[in-house]
């Protein structure tokens, strides 16, 4: 269909159309999320899934959908600079709400969530095309979509301390394998950091168990070893700003987990070993 008839969707409030089927919109809103118009991608087709997955229109048919999503996270995976990132990227944008509708509404069996978990983990690390904001076609984000996502899936019922300290190692390798050529410069650790706040706030996990996933970060996050022949601000901008924003997030952000005082201390006692230089009485 044209983007008219869409534009007439959006201008109705998104109401569902009674003209098609469900099934056949639900494939053209599908293919639009690999659409490179920000119009089409952004603009009509997330906001039409986000709004019908809100509304309960895929209630009884969740897993159907966020199968379709998890499909989608595979087309062309691997590529780097090439307009599938948007499929990706936006599949996983829409697998996050699938999440938060069934952390909300109960409607699928744990093994379900737990396969679609396992999916979205593996296509987290497999991502090679980090790109922000795409020239002329808007966002790609797919670390901070696959971010949301990850952040859902942490407040899935279904999910208990093991799966989390699970999608904590999935954070610490994403932050440790991100090539020093492709910089998270569009707000990533951000979102990063927010999703770990998700599973924070779950309350399963301890600081004992928090503490050398802070550390192991931090040591890949440390530029100041000694001679090295690259950029060692390239290979370590990752991790430092993912714990910088952490501690951001820890300290000023909305409902703080239980953990928060004794973490809080971990992440600052990184931050300072890592950036040691710096807070030297002299340095320059």
Same mark, same amino acid.
């Given at each position: 269909?044209?983007? !008219?008839?869409?534009?007439?969707?959006? %201008?109705? =409030?998104?109401?569902? +159309? #009674?003209?098609?089927?469900?099934?056949?919109?639900?494939? *053209?809103?599908?293919?639009? $999320?690999?659409?490179?118009?920000?119009?089409?991608?952004?603009?009509?087709?997330?906001?039409?899934?986000?709004?019908?997955?809100?509304r309960?229109?895929?209630?009884?048919?969740?897993?159907?959908?966020?199968d379709?999503?998890?499909?989608? @996270?595979?087309?062309?995976?691997?590529?780097? =600079?090439?307009?599938?990132?948007?499929?990706? #990227?936006? #599949?996983?944008? &829409?697998? !996050?709400?699938?999440?938060?509708r069934?952390?909300?509404?109960?409607?699928?069996?744990?093994?379900? &969530? @737990? *396969?679609?978990?396992?999916?979205?983990?593996?296509?987290?690390?497999?991502?090679?095309?980090?790109r922000?904001?795409?020239?002329?076609? !808007?966002?790609?984000?797919?670390?901070?979509?696959?971010?949301?996502? $990850?952040?859902?899936?942490?407040?899935?019922?279904?999910?208990?301390?093991?799966?989390?300290?699970v999608?904590?190692?999935?954070? %610490? *390798?994403?932050?440790?394998?991100?090539?020093?050529?492709?910089? @998270?410069?569009a707000?990533? +650790?951000?979102?990063?950091?927010?999703?770990?706040?998700?599973?924070?706030?779950?309350n399963?996990? !301890?600081?004992e168990? @928090?503490?050398?996933?802070?550390?192991?970060?931090?040591?890949?996050?440390?530029?100041?070893?000694?001679?090295?022949?690259?950029?060692?601000?390239?290979?370590?901008s990752?991790?430092? %700003?993912?714990?910088?924003?952490?501690?951001?997030?820890?300290s000023?952000?909305?409902?703080?987990?239980?953990?928060?005082?004794?973490?809080?201390?971990?992440?600052?006692?990184?931050?300072?070993? #890592?950036?040691? +230089?710096?807070?030297?009485?002299?340095?320059?």
């Amino acid at each position: 269909m044209s983007l !008219g008839y869409w534009n007439q969707v959006q %201008a109705a =409030g998104f109401e569902v +159309p #009674s003209d098609r089927p469900l099934d056949d919109l639900t494939a *053209e809103l599908t293919t639009m $999320l690999g659409s490179t118009r920000p119009e089409v991608r952004d603009g009509t087709a997330y906001p039409a899934l986000v709004t019908w997955i809100d509304r309960g229109v895929y209630d009884d048919l969740l897993a159907g959908l966020g199968d379709g999503m998890v499909a989608g @996270l595979s087309v062309g995976l691997g590529e780097h =600079g090439t307009d599938t990132v948007f499929r990706r #990227s936006f #599949s996983a944008l &829409i697998l !996050g709400a699938c999440l938060e509708r069934d952390n909300e509404q109960h409607l699928l069996p744990g093994g379900k &969530i @737990l *396969e679609w978990g396992d999916c979205l983990a593996t296509w987290f690390l497999r991502e090679r095309d980090t790109r922000g904001y795409v020239l002329d076609k !808007g966002w790609a984000h797919a670390i901070a979509h696959g971010a949301d996502a $990850l952040g859902a899936l942490g407040e899935s019922p279904h999910i208990a301390g093991s799966e989390h300290a699970v999608l904590l190692d999935v954070v %610490a *390798e994403r932050l440790l394998e991100q090539p020093a050529d492709a910089p @998270l410069a569009a707000g990533e +650790p951000d979102r990063i950091a927010a999703a770990v706040m998700q599973i924070l706030r779950r309350n399963t996990l !301890g600081v004992e168990a @928090l503490e050398p996933w802070v550390h192991r970060i931090a040591a890949a996050g440390n530029p100041f070893r000694g001679p090295v022949d690259y950029d060692p601000f390239a290979v370590t901008s990752a991790p430092q %700003a993912f714990l910088r924003a952490l501690f951001l997030h820890l300290s000023l952000g909305p409902e703080p987990p239980p953990v928060r005082p004794d973490l809080l201390l971990v992440v600052i006692e990184a931050l300072r070993l #890592s950036n040691a +230089p710096y807070l030297s009485v002299g340095t320059r």
